[in-house]
């Protein structure tokens, strides 16, 4: 059973910004305070994370799931941490969006929050293709990304000397005059 979902343009202007950004901190186990500056560091560096884009998901008035991403571009530490993985010129990073964050409320999985949210973001979003990281231990999300059309290119990434493994995945979304 899918929910009825009302999908909402989010960042920091939006009322609901921070019930957004507390879903986020739930699912992940942070407090508010740093995933608030997380998202900000996103949100508010419109030159060095261009092309942002977030949708808030509500069912009725209760926020049940967030997911925002921007323009993926040399010069940003996660753009060039996958590069130096990748390889240079790797068709995945060429005019690609980042998928950044999708989280969803425990209580509100598989009723369909993640595909809305995941499928209305791709659609918006202005790249060709898209990518995304998550850690290699999150099978459960590695299996709802595959099943979205997305392919694995890289296991074991360590991003910032960090001791957790990431997986990278990429998605072809529509053909572009520039791959």
């Known amino acids: 059973m899918l929910l009825p979902l009302r999908l909402e343009p989010f960042g920091p202007e939006h009322p609901r910004y921070l019930e957004g950004i507390a879903v986020y901190a739930r699912t ?63 068709w995945a990073l060429r005019n690609a969006w980042v998928l950044t964050e999708l989280a969803v409320r425990a209580e509100s999985r598989r009723f369909g929050v993640g595909e809305q949210l995941l499928t209305a973001l791709l659609e918006r979003q202005p790249c060709p293709r898209a990518l995304l990281s998550t850690q290699q231990t999150n099978l459960a999300a590695q299996r709802f990304y595959l099943r979205h059309g997305w392919q694995l290119l890289a296991r074991d990434l360590r991003f910032c000397g960090g001791h957790t493994p990431f997986v990278i995945m990429g998605r072809e979304l529509r053909p572009s005059p520039a791959s």
């Open 28 to 90: 992940w186990g942070r407090d508010c305070e740093t995933a608030r500056a997380y998202f900000d560091s996103f949100a508010l560096s419109p030159v060095q994370y261009p092309g942002w884009l977030g949708l808030l998901a509500l069912e009725g008035e209760t926020v049940v799931g967030v997911g925002f991403g921007t323009r993926s571009q040399r010069g940003q530490w996660w753009y060039d941490a996958v590069e130096a993985r990748l390889g240079p010129g790797h």
